[in-house]
């Protein structure tokens, strides 16, 4: 698969939210709903971005601040910033390049990736573009288990074989939340669109249910993953795993018992539990239970610079961008990825020196503290 | 009276809310003012909302949740899931079928019932209808004392001989609230809508009020309920009694001593005192003073499964809702009903299974702890 | 003068904010300004309700109500109800019969009075209209000490002549506010509308400021009062003085020490300054600091009964309601002054017998806890 | 250069919100956007107003005023008021007589002024015009170091010898914040406008940068002022420093140890860092951390004469208007200048007797105080 042409970016789009807006006049409303909806009332979605908000950073000044920069280091690499991408599914649903061009323009910016299980382009073509970029960031894979253990390790394998660094296993998704947006929209992949990772997966067989039983609990959760998942995922792999969708601390120790690589504070961006806690708001607590032992990373309403450091004054040690990739993706393809993160980077480099942080070291709990 | 056929759903309603917008567009206003209005302002029927919303619910992940159920008991019965119908009055002002439509929902969908003493239906057609289905839940008769004593009780052994379960003495409307939007609308029952089970009801005797003495205080008040009538309702019937409408834990806690089977902590959804607070707010405060001793419910604002989790955390043994009912009435008769009551059951499911919750036993207070 | 004649109510007016609403479409934009604006930005002026609002009523349920009533006493009087008019200046910008339609109408509800110095009907004549009613409430008559001493002590004799039983001295308002609606709208009294108890003044020769005087500091403030005014007054007068405005408790001690008859906690309805606090939050802290010596009345914002039951139990022996008069005044004169009070009154009986309370003794700090 | 003509103002202005709306009807949106707008999402921006509007001020009353008045001291020197004119570049974006008008005005008004280095008249011709006028409040020189220590140097004795009395180090800006309102609207200084001081200035050589450094961290920070310049502009002055744009309390602190004159608690009216704190937030922090060593000024939302009392009651010395005075620069040159200053003070006289406070030195946090 060739490299992506570059396309112009609309006019006027100096920010990411101009990039939602812009993205809002391009796609079409079933692919809008499945990408900017949340769950229920999306009162978590709101809050994930007024939370960071609501966070103040009060700057020193005057400081020393010429050779500065935004490294950090995290599973042993060193990152050229601190913002990778999130996964999102079947991101051909907003460009016909897909999740090729997200990772082409990820690997041109230093950022590192996280590739979804439902991406619509096979998780195979997407190693092959990035991992010979010099510049790149860490490629990781993201892992729903299937029904069928059989396919799910050989998911696991074929992203070892690729050269993916690390899995991500999505503990926040036992089943969909309820996405009234999509069901409204009566949401469906278009011809063309399916998870490219899944092709041959068998439909699993139906199960029989008593009367009274429900066909949540005794059907479809017999596929959620649980901590014995992880168990058996790390006996069958070398690869670090990461734990996705953690919001209490009590989880994050146990995370941390149980051997996880690292932890990603994450509500899902607000599509599965509908008031659920901002990420913003519970992600001091999260770092502070895990004693330093894993990295933790955060996503949910990351929009600016600042909500990066805001994020890195907490505890986190990277964050992830979700929704802003699509939009980029929806409004120029790989050109408008990497503006996106190109936007992101230089807020948070500007962002450090007017608060005076030199290094991503110097931000601490200090630059939040108002009272 | 036959069974209701079965109607058809307006589309696009895939929750409460969606049920309330569409049945803004069938009911009159005349109707609609009165479902959808509350007292005064309107502060306490919005805070009702808010509050479930302005909780937020930190989840497990991970945990093992095949062969979860919604299973919970109340006073000594075992109910499918904790919703049950609050009462409502003449529900003939929204669809022709009225209570036994949704009385006959309710059964299909396990959901407990509690029958208006203002029910356009007579108690017993209810109970005919109801008592046969094997899945249906508790039906219980809400009761207001009328003026005469003679004629209160004859209501009590009609529910009695019905075969309803329970009495529900409602505590907290000694008169109307200053329902501002029905008077602007001037609201009145139609022709063909009354009090089905006051038929034969005398209208009291005027009382002669001397100068300065008060239409409500010397006159009107003398119909309210006391304590005192909950002795007397004890000594005349064998059917537990619950107290609806407590929000003061000192109310709870007299209601315990007096013999109370439950409470129902409830401000009768807005419509009696405006700034009355919601009934999140001072649910905790009111299971703490019943220390156990009776099952506490609740109703106001509930319109989410989520929103029915978070009760439960709080210490409620069931949910109570009003007037998504009378919206699903409105859109659909029986078949509305049923939808509501799926959607807040299967959302539930969903919350459950997003929070990690086995059980409803599994729900407490560290699912809303953010702090 | 006589007995002004009875007009009709404007239709679908069913509380204080509905005569509100209609007296905006009658009053012309002129005297709208006067009446309804505030000072600044009208910070304290929506403070003041919204503080109400927030004000959360947790009831008690089933207690004995019959035979409870509103009164209750001042200075030495019982009162049919502890609402009373607020001293507001030129009433006959908002109707012909001006003070008079006000008075007339607060005497036949019992409700007592302030009159403004600036009333547009001299304070004889309102007291002749008021003083043979039966049903009456305290007449009191609000004092401006004006820049001539003998006139100010005549103002006081004339009062004291006609029968009026306290004067209230204003003490918040040693300058005007800034009032930027008026200055906006170019407020001015159009013709036949005047202070008429201040007919005769003479205008008070000019100062001559030296360079870099202030107008303010140097010339206008000479007229303002100041506590050796309170003692002066004192010395000339048998009528018990009550100091309106008190917001700071350190002046209610004060005023206690100095002997003041009683405090009126008032922000002048948000019309001085803005952004001092609404009158709801600093109540309980200005009647901490009487220790019970002297009674506290309120005003600010109060437009429901649940505004006057929370004023109670928050300390206060009475309310003043003040714009609420105008309007209804505009809507109907003596009718609609009438139709206010009863509105207002009615609420009030609704909220004790929704809460609890057999009399306006059994309000007490209780009811507005909800921890 | 001639005195400014005087110009008419537009009708129905009558406080600093009325000229920003007028002035938004005369300037073109290039100017607008350049004054206007904040960094990022504005929050900085409004949270300047808000924070202000949200501080209450608890009068006391009957207090004697006669003779008080807003005289304070700074650095030395009594000022007829505390409010100043802060550093705004480019005026002439707003009116043709730009800086010249406003220091006119300022000088008529008895107000403070601190020039920008990057005026669009010349800080000579500023200072002939100023320097006369008997009535003037103190007259400063804000200063932005310069690539080229020598212009810088330069600029510092040009100051110094027109007459100005103080320099004002720019401690906030190392770089510009991120401007999206300017770079949506495609900001550009028009032809005839442009930073008259730095006439001649040459333009910086073009660094070289390896691969993988940041042209702001490696380039443009080279150019920013730290405390070490702080210390070589102490030893080329005569002239007192203060130091501009203090959040911290530890940067306020190590100013004093490090022998600045003076502080200005600001954030540079929400124009570099967004989520910065509002400075009303802390600037009481600030005051304290000083200890009383220097004067502390704030800028940042004040636009009601409250405002300027609330932040002396904070400790602060006396206050800047940078918005307001460009507002009414557009409007009518010197007149609006003139008007915005005159209304601002009126403003805060009657703050002052509407609140009992006699002399400035009366204020105190006892004015904010309402629990």
């Excluded at 607590?285 to 990351?302: F, H, K, S």
């Excluded at 070291?361 to 200090?366: N, Q, Y």
Aim: proline residues 7%; neutral net charge; hydrophobic residues 45%.
């Amino acid at each position: 698969m060739p490299i992506p042409a570059l396309q112009a970016l609309p006019p006027g789009v100096v920010n990411l939210q101009d990039h939602e807006d812009a993205a809002r006049q391009r796609l079409d409303a079933n692919a809008w709903a499945y990408f900017a909806g949340g769950a229920g009332d999306e009162i978590t979605l709101r809050a994930n971005r007024s939370a960071w908000d609501g966070l103040t950073l009060t700057p020193r000044v005057l400081r020393p601040l010429v050779g500065g920069h935004t490294r950090c280091t995290l599973l042993g690499r060193t990152l050229a910033h601190p913002i990778m991408l999130a996964p999102v599914a079947f991101q051909r649903l907003a460009h016909p390049d897909g999740e090729l061009a997200s990772a082409y323009a990820a690997a041109m910016l230093g950022a590192g990736q996280v590739l979804s299980t439902q991406s619509s382009i096979a998780l195979e073509t997407i190693a092959q573009a990035v991992l010979p970029e010099p510049t790149r960031g860490p490629l990781w894979f993201q892992l729903y288990p299937q029904h069928d253990r059989g396919f799910t390790l050989e998911l696991v394998r074929r992203a070892e074989a690729a050269g993916y660094e690390a899995l991500v296993l999505t503990a926040d998704a036992p089943v969909s939340g309820a996405r009234d947006r999509e069901r409204r929209a009566g949401f469906r992949l278009p011809p063309g669109v399916e998870a490219a990772n899944l092709a041959g997966l068998a439909v699993p067989p139906p199960r029989e249910l008593a009367p009274g039983q429900s066909a949540l609990f005794d059907a479809l959760l017999h596929q959620a993953p649980t901590w014995d998942d992880l168990a058996w995922l790390q006996a069958h792999t070398r690869l670090p795993i990461l734990l996705k969708g953690i919001l209490h601390p009590d989880d994050a120790r146990l995370a941390c018992e149980l051997g996880a690589a690292g932890l990603i504070c994450s509500n899902h961006g607000g599509r599965t539990l509908d008031t659920a806690p901002a990420t913003a708001r519970v992600l001091a607590r999260i770092c502070a239970a895990t004693e330093g032992r894993v990295p933790v990373l955060v996503d949910g309403g990351i929009r600016r610079g600042t909500d990066v450091l805001k994020a890195l004054a907490l505890g986190a040690s990277a964050v992830l961008v979700g929704r802003p990739i699509v939009w980029g993706l929806a409004n120029a393809g790989a050109a408008g990825v990497a503006h996106v993160l190109r936007l992101l980077r230089d807020e948070l480099e500007i962002a450090m020196a007017l608060t005076g942080c030199h290094t991503l070291a110097d931000a601490g709990p200090w630059l939040l503290d108002t009272q």
